[in-house]
């Protein structure tokens, strides 16, 4: 009933900027908490930026300074910049939205979308 769908990785160098994108749809009265999460091969997802419906943002350390996180909510869309990556960077980038389906239920439900691949060169 809900989709997340991510556009704008690819192949980047050392340096560099990506942007990444998440539109959600479907059955969404409104959306509280959105981000963007990180797997590399070998390794846990862990959480890189977060921004709740009004704006309030947190990011990993290893990301603070390099990437900002942004919200369009009326388009249900939240939008990763990544500047200045670093090799240890490259991984797959999943969207999570905490997802309310209608106007007469209190619950969130959190749903991800499909990842898209983020690889920096050195």
């Known amino acids: 009933q809900v989709q997340l769908v991510e556009s704008g990785g690819g192949l980047v160098q050392a340096g560099g900027s990506l942007r990444v994108s998440c539109a959600a749809s479907g059955s969404i009265f409104s959306i509280n908490a959105m981000g963007w999460y990180r797997q590399a091969p070998g390794k846990q997802r862990e959480l890189v930026a977060a921004?709740?419906?009004?704006?309030?943002?947190n990011y990993a350390d290893s990301v603070k300074g390099r990437f900002t996180i942004s919200r369009d909510n009326a388009k249900n869309t939240v939008y990763l910049q990544m500047n200045s990556l670093k090799p240890e960077d490259t991984a797959v980038y999943y969207c999570?939205?905490?997802?309310?389906?209608?106007?007469?239920?209190?619950?969130?439900?959190?749903?991800w979308g499909q990842g898209t691949q983020v690889t920096v060169s050195s």
């Open positions: 999570n939205a905490e997802v309310r389906y209608y106007d007469y239920s209190t619950t969130y439900h959190s749903h």
């Open positions: 921004i709740r419906s009004g704006g309030t943002t």
